[in-house]
């Protein structure tokens, strides 16, 4: 029996014990509303929708939504191949429409009290994580496999992220300490909190956060706005010379999967495709590579290498760490608007391309929490956790800038990257000079 056979049957005998929120996945064909006998037909279709939501939840958090299949849902929700036709186009509409659904009690977190006084902004922040950990396949379908489906999954997760950054400016708008976050700031924040979510859930450590929750409040309320207005770099700086196409036909896929990727996303990128791209035989292509999810993992493993590359040797020859920090996000900025397509492999293809490519992506922002050694070593008290949520931070408004506006515009991004690295660790004065290249510490007078 395959894995997936297996897994959808311990689904269904209650041996994985998987809950929804419309119950537990193997007692979902229990739930089943029989028409007539006066059961009203809006309830009996109520009941199908609620069964196969529960259904596609419980199979995309075991086997992730590229294997899932339609099949799959109406295996375990007991819901009729042509009922389910009825409510959905496909597997993807079924998804999207069941994290749409579920992504409604995470914005209620931010809703005033009964009293209508605002509420404490670390208890929600706390009772985010909570929620998380209560309800872990939803939260892997909202945080993780939503990106695996493609523009309509991304669609859903994005409107989510912006009702929830709206919600928080209006929460802490009515706080007392609310004018020490500027909206960029928040989107910001928010953003790097959703992609340090994205990488514990897909490595399957959701309790965890709960723990770490505390000490990442901790962090980002001493990540206050900026003194002074932060400047994007007049000129965009990118790397001289002939753009590396590869030597070896592996090189030359690697480079074809990232040209795909941009062109039409991981999802809908097939071998064909990246065949087609690098100008060579299928049978070429299956000799260096299985299949495409391991053709990506070589793509990201030769851009995070050639990344880090030039970066790290950028930020050891600063003439300080904080100058460092700036000096490594201006070099890492620089070689993905060289390599455009690259950059959208790496910085937004990736989250739809599973596991195994979010651990190289981690791997990378691992990195960027290694730079901060020399900081940890100046102020022992931040929390360790600030180093994962930098980097994650660092990542994610890279992420949103290649979407909003292209590689070549990454260079706009390093003087908030740089501040929010380094607020935390040597407060907002300094860390806004630094962000805005006056870095250079004055000397003995």
């Known amino acids: 029996m395959r894995e997936s056979e297996r897994r959808l049957n311990e689904l269904k005998n209650g041996d994985a014990a998987v809950g929804t929120p419309w119950g537990q996945a193997s007692e979902l064909r229990e739930r089943r509303l029989y028409p007539g006998g006066g059961t009203p037909p809006q309830e009996v279709a109520r009941n199908q929708r609620e069964r196969l939501f529960g259904a596609a939840v419980a199979v995309a958090s075991e086997k992730g939504f590229e294997a899932m299949t339609v099949a799959d849902i109406l295996s375990l929700s007991g819901v009729s191949r042509s009922a389910f036709y009825k409510h959905f186009a496909d597997k993807s509409d079924c998804l999207t429409a069941a994290a749409a659904e579920l992504l409604a009690p995470a914005q209620r977190l931010l809703e005033p009290a009964a009293d209508g006084r605002p509420r404490d902004p670390r208890e929600v922040f706390e009772g985010f994580f909570e929620l998380l950990a209560a309800e872990p396949a939803a939260a892997r379908v909202c945080f993780v496999e939503l990106h695996a489906v493609g523009a309509a999954g991304e669609e859903v997760a994005d409107r989510a992220f912006e009702a929830m950054a709206e919600g928080v400016e209006r929460m802490l708008a009515g706080t007392p300490d609310g004018g020490r976050w500027t909206p960029e700031l928040i989107r910001a924040l928010l953003g790097g909190v959703r992609l340090l979510v994205h990488s514990r859930l897909s490595r399957g450590e959701e309790d965890a956060l709960v723990k770490l929750a505390p000490d990442l409040w901790e962090w980002i309320a001493s990540v206050v706005g900026p003194p002074e207005p932060l400047e994007a770099p007049r000129r965009q700086r990118t790397l001289p010379g002939p753009r590396f196409e590869g030597y070896t036909p592996a090189e030359r896929i690697a480079r074809a999967v990232a040209t795909v990727v941009a062109d039409k996303g991981y999802p809908e990128m097939t071998t064909d495709d990246i065949a087609g791209e690098a100008a060579i035989s299928l049978s070429t292509f299956y000799a260096n590579f299985s299949d495409k999810r391991d053709a990506t993992l070589a793509a990201l493993e030769m851009s995070g290498a050639q990344v ?138």
């Open 308 to 445: 880090m590359a030039l970066a790290v040797p950028a930020a050891r020859r600063a003439g300080n760490w904080e100058e460092g920090a700036r000096a490594l996000y201006e070099a890492i900025c620089a070689y993905f608007a060289a390599e455009p397509a690259m950059a959208r492999l790496a910085l937004v293809g990736v989250y739809a391309a599973g596991p195994r490519a979010h651990g190289r992506r981690d791997r990378v922002i691992g990195s960027l929490g290694e730079m901060l050694a020399p900081a940890f070593a100046e102020r022992p008290r931040v929390p360790a956790v600030a180093a994962e949520a930098i980097g994650a931070t660092v990542y994610g408004l890279l992420r949103e800038q290649v979407r909003r506006g292209g590689p070549e515009s990454l260079g706009s991004a390093v003087p908030l990257a740089t501040y929010v690295t380094l607020v935390g660790f040597v407060g907002p004065a300094r860390a806004a000079a630094v962000a805005n290249g006056r870095g250079q510490r004055p000397g003995p007078s």
